[in-house]
């Protein structure tokens, strides 16, 4: 089995900055992308960020310029940097991968548990 745990969530004032980080550990031959979603109150679950195994990013339009996603591949560990945050950013945020557990296994989506962000002064 593959796990991921999260941690970095908490409260912060609007204009805060917070960084989440996310380990993945078990039985792991390859991690292709790394992401990040996020559920808000009465909301449904949506994506915030993903990484590539070969780096490239792609943003939700409303967190562009102030969230940073990256990866330490040795660390099987992502990361997201989420500066200037505002009160609409509060949710659940939850990583996940897609990742292999042998040579010959495909790809499968995998998710964490979740931490909470919240945005309030």
């Known amino acids: 089995q593959v796990q991921l745990v999260e941690s970095g969530g908490g409260l912060v004032q609007p204009g805060g900055s917070l960084r989440l980080s996310c380990a993945a550990s078990?039985?792991?031959?390859?991690?292709?992308?790394m992401f990040w979603h996020r559920q808000a109150p009465g909301k449904q679950r949506e994506f915030v960020a993903v990484?590539?195994?070969?780096?490239?990013?792609s943003y939700l339009d409303s967190v562009k310029g102030r969230f940073t996603i990256s990866r330490d591949n040795a660390k099987n560990t992502v990361y997201l940097q989420m500066n200037s945050l505002k009160p609409e950013d509060t949710a659940v945020y939850y990583c996940?991968?897609?990742?292999?557990?042998?040579?010959?296994?495909?790809?499968?989506?995998?998710w964490g548990q979740g931490t909470q962000v919240t945005v309030s002064s």
């Open positions: 996940g991968v897609q990742a292999a557990r042998g040579e010959m296994d495909l790809a499968r989506h995998y």
């Open positions: 990484i590539a195994s070969g780096s490239g990013t």
């Open positions: 078990g039985t792991i031959f390859r991690i292709d992308a």
